[in-house]
């Protein structure tokens, strides 16, 4: 997994490649504790454009990452997914907490 | 779950040791064995996802996180079924009918889809389990006609 972060004032854009699954969870998200620790954000932003595949482990991330900013009025959202990633996050039921796109613009 | 599924045509049984890298060792290996039927690439994502589940499950809570473990997996293709094994030696789970619970998890961190899962992307699925000896995960996948033989 590769992990690009982009941050704008209060906005944390990650885009993640290749596969989001239990050996990369962990350190995902102490990466993006220390990108969020070091400044503001309140808002993340998920680019799953080059995602290839989550997993219940990658869910506990994003899940993770919400209950902590929403407390603080912040936000998740994920971009782009794959047809694949984006079944996935339909059925765990993140579209209820989180706004979720797909690649062709599908938006739950 | 084998009763009724016909003749074995192939087996593969591979064992590799409790590392969290394994998991996707785990998903390239299904991948692998699939090519034998004409799958869809969903249904192929869909056994993936399930054999994700199931290793995971064995690295975290069957050996909990301990990387000396051994996870062994069993591919059992039949003509038109694939059944897939996939053991731990670890701790195993106390109770099962609680485990399988959507949103339960034994682990505040995690989420508690793991058989949600696999439920959802398998056939069949039995988990067979006994404290202190291990868990045995049987996950069963309706195949196509193989190749050729239309």
Request: proline letters at 1%; charged letters at 25%.
């Amino acid at each position: 997994m590769n992990l690009y972060c982009l941050r704008e004032g209060t906005v944390l854009k990650v885009k993640i490649i290749g596969e989001l699954d239990m050996n990369v969870a962990g350190s995902l998200k102490e990466r993006l504790d220390k990108e969020m620790n070091a400044a503001d954000v309140r808002h993340l932003i998920f680019d799953f454009s080059e995602l290839d595949f989550i997993d219940s482990s990658g869910l506990g991330v994003l899940i993770s990452c919400y209950r902590q900013l929403a407390p603080i009025g912040g936000s998740v959202r994920i971009e782009k997914a794959k047809q694949n990633v984006y079944r996935i996050l339909e059925l765990s039921g993140i579209p209820k907490v989180m706004a979720v796109s797909s690649e062709g613009g599908d938006t739950k | 779950m084998r009763k009724d599924k016909g003749q074995i045509i192939n087996e593969i049984m591979v064992q590799f040791t409790s590392l969290a890298e394994n998991v996707a060792l785990s998903r390239v290996l299904t991948s692998s064995v699939v090519t034998h039927w004409d799958i869809t690439i969903s249904q192929l994502e869909d056994l993936k996802v399930a054999v994700s589940e199931a290793v995971s499950n064995a690295i975290i809570h069957g050996y909990e996180n301990q990387k000396d473990g051994m996870v062994s997996m069993r591919f059992l293709c039949y003509e038109t079924y694939l059944l897939i094994e996939i053991k731990d030696e670890g701790i195993g789970i106390e109770n099962i009918q609680q485990a399988m619970e959507a949103n339960f998890s034994s682990d505040k961190q995690r989420m508690g889809l793991g058989f949600s899962f696999m439920k959802m992307f398998t056939d069949e699925l039995e988990v067979t389990s006994e404290v202190g000896k291990g868990t045995t995960v049987l996950l069963g996948k309706k195949m196509p006609a193989v190749k050729g033989k239309e």
